[in-house]
C-alpha cells in the first residue's frame, strides 16, 4: 500500500512539473510578454547581422 502510495506521489509530481514547464514556455513566447519584445527586437538584430555578413561575402571579389 505505502509503495502504490509513492508511485502515485511521484507520478503526480512528473506530470505537474511537466505541466508547469509547458505552461511557463508558452506564456513566456506570447508577444504580450515583457521580455517578449525583447527577444523580437534580439532576432531582427541577429537576422541584421547575418544578411549584411552574408551581402558583404558576396561583395568581396574572389
Aim: proline share 3%; net charge positive; hydrophobic share 40%.
Amino acid at each position: 500500500m505505502r509503495r502504490k502510495l509513492l508511485i502515485g506521489a511521484l507520478a503526480l509530481g512528473t506530470l505537474l512539473g511537466y505541466g508547469g514547464c509547458a505552461a511557463r514556455a508558452l506564456h513566456h513566447r506570447s508577444e504580450q510578454h515583457p521580455w517578449g519584445s525583447r527577444r523580437a527586437s534580439f532576432e531582427r538584430r541577429v537576422a541584421e547581422i547575418c544578411t549584411d555578413a552574408a551581402l558583404r561575402a558576396k561583395a568581396e571579389p574572389r
